[in-house]
T-cell receptor
Framework: DTGVSQNPRHKITKRGQNVTFRCDPI?????LYWYRQTLGQGPEFLTY????????KSRLLSDRFSAERPKGSFSTLEIQRTEQGDSAMYLC?????????FGPGTRLLVL | DAKTTQPNSMESNEEEPVHLPCNHS???????IHWYRQLPSQGPEYVIH???SNVNNRMASLAIAEDRKSSTLILHRATLRDAAVYYC??????????FGPGTRLSVLP
């Protein structure tokens, strides 16, 4: 299966710690998206890349969040000084045309 | 704000057809209509998408109204594995998706 992969699948951390998530998109997909989903809600857009360029950031993406896609392939999402409100599922998606394909997500729990 | 409106929940009996409606009265000419579904603790799964004409694939059919202001996802024979939250989303290439709360489909054996 050559779908979108995300690692780790689960992360438990203590408040104040930094965490980093990785997303490997479908190869040759030039667009990569990050979303966040809290319980009972639909996913909310965070940011997206076209190749290595970060083209849009949501106001949800506070200054504690940073995302990179250094060579236009995989991407990382880092959260610094985590807060309990950061607990959520973090989803990555990639696309080459109008359809986005999602990964399984990384579930973050901040204690 | 979500640009689509869906019922919060629907129920179906196993092996019967299911018609999931979606209203999108503010759709623009270049918006595709996408349907995804999501099981608990999993990422959204692509189901089907279309622009103007009805579409069929191995999972479902998509019926699009002539004025494109509404659409219907059709599952021809519901199975227990079809129980999920179904999202109807408008979008185009390079645009982030705006998800609403979706429709929670329950399938009764």
């Amino acid at each position: 299966d050559t779908g979108v992969s995300q690692n780790p699948r689960h992360k438990i951390t203590k408040r104040g710690q930094n965490v980093t998530f990785r997303c490997d998109p479908i190869s040759e997909h030039n667009r990569l998206y990050w979303y966040r989903q809290t319980l009972g809600q639909g996913p909310e857009f965070l940011t997206y890349f076209q190749n290595e360029a970060q083209l849009e950031k949501s106001r949800l993406l506070s200054d504690r969040f940073s995302a990179e896609r250094p060579k236009g392939s995989f991407s990382t999402l880092e959260i610094q000084r985590t807060e309990q409100g950061d607990s959520a599922m973090y989803l990555c998606a990639s696309s080459s045309r109008e359809t986005q394909y999602f990964g399984p997500g990384t579930r973050l729990l901040v204690l | 704000d979500a640009k689509t409106t869906q019922p919060n929940s629907m129920e179906s009996n196993e092996e019967e057809p299911v018609h999931l409606p979606c209203n999108h009265s503010t759709i623009s000419g270049t918006d595709y209509i996408h349907w995804y579904r999501q099981l608990p603790s999993q990422g959204p799964e692509y189901v089907i998408h279309g622009l103007t004409s009805n579409v069929n694939n191995r999972m479902a059919s998509l019926a699009i109204a002539e004025d494109r202001k509404s659409s219907t996802l059709i599952l021809h024979r519901a199975t227990l594995r079809d129980a999920a939250v179904y999202y109807c989303i408008l979008g185009r290439y390079g645009q982030n998706f705006v998800f609403g709360p979706g429709t929670r489909l329950s399938v009764l054996p």
